[in-house]
């Protein structure tokens, strides 16, 4: 389906997962490390999965945002989206990666929490991106 594009930015990663990345206007600009789990040094550095859970997190709190005028929901302040993004070998071969958004939405009603979840889902960038090539779980906290 193709993208009518509003907005476009770029970065540029040097090094691989053991180097840097860096947004063009500079606003995003991190270092990148292995964590120790993936055979890496670990220690203080990002790395894509940490950028990826950054990304979504923030894109889904902005797609409930965006529907919750015609979902009749308002959004609390403190509300909050935790994205949990794994890594791993793919029995087909190659790796990949899982999510699992958290969603809190204090003071908002269970059912209605759930409608606003769902119809975000459903308009999400990163959901859409994501749909059909990973499994995503969903949870209202």
């Not at 606003?27 to 950054?54: C, Q, R, Y």
């Not at 929901?73 to 999510?99: H, L």
């Not at 009603?109 to 749909?131: I, W």
């Amino acid at each position: 389906m193709p993208v009518n594009v509003i907005y476009k930015t770029n970065a540029t990663a040097t090094g691989g997962r053991d180097g840097a990345a860096k947004s063009d206007d500079g606003s995003v600009d991190v270092k990148l490390i292995v964590p120790k789990e993936m055979g890496g040094p670990g220690g203080v550095g990002a790395n894509p999965e940490k950028l990826f859970a950054a990304g979504y997190s923030a894109c889904f709190l902005g797609a409930m945002k965006a529907v919750s005028g015609k979902e009749g929901v308002k959004v609390p302040a403190d509300a909050t989206v935790t994205a949990t993004i794994g890594f791993g070998p793919r029995s087909e071969g190659g790796y990949g990666i899982t999510a699992d958004l958290a969603i809190s939405l204090p003071g908002v009603d269970r059912e209605a929490g759930k409608k606003l979840m769902h119809a975000a889902h459903a308009v999400c960038p990163y959901s859409n991106a994501t749909r059909g090539n990973i499994d995503v779980g969903l949870t209202l906290v």
